[in-house]
Structure formats: structure tokens, C-alpha cells
């Protein structure tokens, strides 16, 4: 033993030398004496004259001043500490024992963990006192090791089991003191299981959930109420995952609670935080069912972070398709821009199997990155309500939100114009067109997809917008291929509308086409070469003035009079009295289109030689327009 | 009643009164003799622990002061020399002396 600085050991070596050689009955009074003074040594020597067995030993009133000896005296003690508890122990369980508080302080000062029971006993003992000692000491125990079960936890991933050895008294001991519960109504037990996550579940199947005490089940809501920490969360996880009556009818209790808790966000943040890939997986698999009324009602409060990791939550969660999409659609309300977005993103990966019918608010309201990944999903998954989805979009401020929703409504409005095309008369088709690419920018682009089109009903369709929207020039290079088209009316067509000018290229393919064994391709070759207005191309097309097909000659004969060839004059003169009743009827059209002076007599008088009833009337047809407007030609 | 049963009674009555007497006597006889005892425990302690005939008295001045029934408990009790020195009247010099005699501080 140290001795402090000056005590002199001497002279109470002497009184207790003196003391000892007294009758053994005298000396016990005297020892008592020196076991109430704060003096180390005078402790010492009346613990040590107690212990001894040669002088009587009165152990038991070393048990009854024990926990008020000096800490170094009591340290002294500990070779005597088994003989001591063994003492205090048959004290506490000896019935009507009124010293039993001494003995409850001894246990408590040794520190017995295997003593346990004893606390536990003493919670409901008659004495308040005692009832208060094994109460502060229990919990004060379990506190110490839930907190190294807390430490073991947080360096391991799995949970670390039951205590053994002396620990497992003070678990047996927790156990007790929950089961009697209804004699000492301390919540500090309840809130303790919580404290130590998954392993208190037995303690909860088996006690808290089984007996009858109503008061023990509330206070035990009540604490995972109101403690947001993982292993809470963790137990809470583990209960939900037993599906018994019992463990269904508390956590209605808790999930009504932490719908309304002040909490609950804390709470399941505390979901959104765990790392153990077991309770994920538990927490995903209950997420659906149990937990989401808890989830629904704090999701737009929780912080991004952990909202973003709820949504990963959600994605892994082995949830129906529809059920899922209307969890993550929770987020769609949260205030960070962030967490909109990724519940999007994570709408677009599962294909939205309910509808889009969320997405409209959002396209409305929402910030403008949340809206545009709101309108790439829309548009990605093309419902048939599209354009009126985006519809709102057309006047938005963000140039690339009005951009994107323009280009798709216009898509779409170019389908449906080419599905209605056929149903339409030539002017509705060229009005829809002309209004079309006034919103479409793009539309010359759609066009050009069509007219590459591998279907030549498309190609044909698209040839003709082209034409319509007097974009030949535009769309040349799409179009020259076309003059090569396996179909000869596509071919015709393109020819038609091709603007040749500046295009060596496109002069060449036309060229080729003078001798298409198609008659409609050769002629509109022919008109094409008129377009160019190029005197130079003239001997080209002289040899066509004698082509065996009226409307190839006839055309001819258009084109090189207004390349300025009189020559063509003549050849019509021919084709009107040509045995062919067509090159007869070409010629009278040519004549009429070109009026050339001279015009109306050369038609009037072959009216009167004519024998074709056919070619009459065109004559007359003819000339009765041009007798409404002057003819004014070369 | 008869005279013999009367005397009989007296006899008895004598025996009693005798008996009381002798036990009266004999307890306080033992009661002197603790007193005695203790006393003597006492001053045997006071010899033993080298205390001066003056701090001997002032000491038993806190002994009485504290109402000790047995004198020697002072001899383990250092906190009456706290408590009691006040009322004996026992000066601080002395105290001091008597705490380092007795308890080495």
C-alpha cells in the first residue's frame, strides 16, 4: 500500500498492536470505528484485523463498509474481492437481510459484472434505495457495453453476437430487468436495446413482444421513435424483417408514429446511411411494404445526399415495376434539382410501366435541367400524348428546352403529315408543307432522311415536298441520286425538281437520263436543261425534236425555243400534222405554252383540217386562252 | 393461612430479595470493571502511543466531549479531533499533536 506523504504508520501499528490483544469481542467495536474514517491506513488495519480468521474474522462488516472505504483500501481488498461477493451474495438472497443496500454497494463497487443477477434482483426490492442502486448500476453496466459493442461494430461489418463470459450475466441480468419491466418502469432498459442494434432482437421476440405488458411495448415504440441512430434503425430493420403478428403490429405502431415523427427524417437517414450489405439487402426487400409510409412522407425533406442514395435504394429494391416507379416519383417533389434529375434518370432506366403522367407537373414547374431531362424521358419514351406534353415547353426561356421540345413536336407533326399526305389534294399537301417548315428548322433535314429513303413510296412522297417547298436547289445533293433511281417515276420526278444550275455534277446525270427508256424521264430531262436557260445546251437537245415519244419532243421542242432556237417552231409545225394523234395533242400543248407569233392562226387553221375530236378540243382549249391574253412571243 | 405456609412465604420473599441484591451487586461490580478496563485501555494506549500526560488530558477531554462510551475508540477515530476539539477546548496546537502522534499526519 502507498502511504501518503507523512502518515506515520507507527503509532496506528501501535494502537492496533495494543488492540489486538484484546478480548476479540472488544476489538470489534474499534475496527468498526476505523472502517467509518476516511483514513487509509486505519481502514487497512481494521479490514485487515476483520479478514483475519486468528482474530474472530467479522468479514461481514468489511461487506458493510466497503463501498465507503478509501479507493486505495478497496484496491487492497481485491485478493479478498471472491470471498467478499461471496459474502454480499448471501446477504442479498438471504430474505429480510436489512443490510442487503451494503452488500448491493459492494457488488457495485467491485465492479462484478457476473454479479448481474444480483442488480437485476434488486430492482425489485421493497427498499427504494437498493431498488435505485441495482437500477443506476444495471444501466450504467449495459450503457459500457453497448458502447464496446458500438466500437466492435463500427470496426467490423458484422454485428459482433451475444456477450459471453461476465457480460453474458449482465445480458441475462437486461433480459430480467425488461421482463419486470411493469415493478421498476424504467424506460433507460427499453432505450438500451435499441443501443445494441440487431442482437436485441431476441430480447425483443422474446420478452417485449410476448408478455403482456402494454406499458413495456409503448415505451419501446416510443424509443425507436425517438432515436434516429443506426443500430435503432438496424433493430428496426431486423423486426421488420420477422413477419409474426406481433412484430406486425408494433412496427404499424412505430411506421405511424415516424410518418408524423419530428424525427423521422433523421431516421431515414439513418436507412440511407447503412453499409452493411446484409441490411441493405433487408432494407431493400421491406422497402417497398413496410417501410415506404415512413420513406413517402420525409423524402422531400431528407438531405440530397441521402436522397440520392434512398433513390439507389429503390432502384436495387425488389420492388412490382408500378409500386417502384411511384416510389421514385416521391422525389420528383424534392428541393434539391439534383435529386429531381436522378429520380428521372432513374424513371427513364425503368421505362415508367405507369405512365408519364407525373412528368407533366415537372415539365411544367419544374427548374429548367429538371424539365429537360424530364422532356428527353417523354420524348425517349414517345407516349402518344407527346406533343401536348411538350407543348408547354414551345414558350420556355431556356433556348435549349424550347429548342428541344420544337425539334420533337415538329417531328412529330412531319410523321403525321406524311402518314395523312396521301388523303390530301395537292394544294392541302403544299399548304401543310410550307406551314411545317416555318417552325420546323429542321425540316429540309427530315426531308433529306426521306428521300433516302429505302421504300420508294417515301422517296416519291418526299421528292414531292421537296418540290413543294422549292427547296431542289437545298437538297441537290440528295436529290441527284435520285436521278439514277431504280424507279423511273421517282426519276422523273427528281429531274423535275432538281435546280441543275451550278452543278456539273447533276448536268451530267441529267444528261444520262435524255436516253432513259422511260418516256416521263426523258421529257422531264428535257424540261429540266430548259431551266438552265444556257443557249450552250441547245445542241443537246435538238436530237430530242425527234424523239419517237410526243411528250420528250413536245418538250423538246419548249426547251429549245426558249433557249432560243426558232428551229423548234418548225418541229411543232410538224408534230401538229403528225399521224400520231398524242404528237398531235403534245404539240398543241407546247404551241400553247411557248405562243410563239403566229400561234393562234397555225392552231385555228389546223382545227379546221383536224380529224381527232380529242386534239379539236385542246386546240380549242388552246386557243381560247390564248385569246384571253395577248400573244406575245418572238 | 398458617404460620407455616407464612414463614414458608418470607423465606421465599428473603431468597428473592437476596438474589436481586447479589445480581445488583454483581452487575455493577461488572460495570466498574469495564469502566475500569476501558480506562485502563486508554491510558495503556496513551503510554503506548507516546502521548505527554498534558495531551493525555486533552485528549480525554475530547473523549468526553464526544461522549464516548469507551475512551479508546479516540484512538482510532482521527475525525473527533476535528469535531470535538472546539467543545473540549482543546487548543489547535494540541490537536496537531495529537494527529501527528496518533495518525502520522
Known sequence: MVLPPGLSIVSISTTFAYLARLPIAQQWASYEAALGERHEALQLAACRALLDPRRGSRPELVVDYFADLQPSVQRELLPQRDQLLQLARKRITAAQEPRRLAAYRLVVALDDLASSDLLAQGLADPQPEVRELAQCSLVSYLRTLALEWRTLRETASEAPGLPTGAEAAVWQAFATALRQFAAHNCTDFVDLLAEFGVDSLPIVLGIVLVGQDGGLQRAFTRSLLTQPTPWATELLLAIAKESTPATASLLQQVFAGLATAPLAPAMVEQLTNLRDPRLLATLQSSLGCAWWPVVAAVAPKLGESEAQRLLLLLAGADLEPVRRQAHVEAFLGHSAVNVQIAAVVLLQAMRCPAGLGALAKVLETAAPPVRLAAARLAIDLSPPNLVTMLTPLLGSAEVDLRQLAMREVSKISFVRYLQRFDGMDATARQVAARALAKIDVQMLDRVAEEVASLEPQRRLKALQIVEFLEAGQDLQGSLLDLLADPDPRIRATAIRVVELAGSVEGIKVVLGTLADPDRRVRANAVEAFEQLDDPRFAQLLTPYLRDRDNRVRANAAKALWHLGCPEARDALVDMLTDRDETMRLSAVWAIGEIQFEGARDLLELRELAEPSLKVRAKIREVTTALGARPEVRR | ?105
Request: proline share 4%; glycine share 6%; net charge positive.
Open chain 2, 1 to 105: 393461612m398458617s404460620l407455616e405456609v407464612m414463614l414458608g412465604a418470607a423465606l421465599v420473599g428473603a431468597a428473592a430479595a437476596v438474589v436481586v441484591l447479589l445480581l445488583g451487586r454483581g452487575w455493577r461490580t461488572g460495570a466498574a470493571s469495564r469502566r475500569q478496563q476501558r480506562q485502563h485501555d486508554y491510558q495503556q494506549l496513551a503510554v503506548a502511543n507516546g502521548l505527554t500526560r498534558a495531551e493525555t488530558k486533552a485528549l480525554s477531554r475530547i473523549v468526553r466531549a464526544a461522549q464516548l462510551a469507551d475512551p479508546k475508540l479516540v484512538f482510532v477515530r482521527p475525525s473527533l479531533l476535528d469535531s470535538c476539539a472546539a467543545p473540549a477546548r482543546v487548543p489547535a496546537e494540541a490537536v496537531r499533536s495529537l494527529r501527528a502522534k496518533l495518525f502520522g499526519s
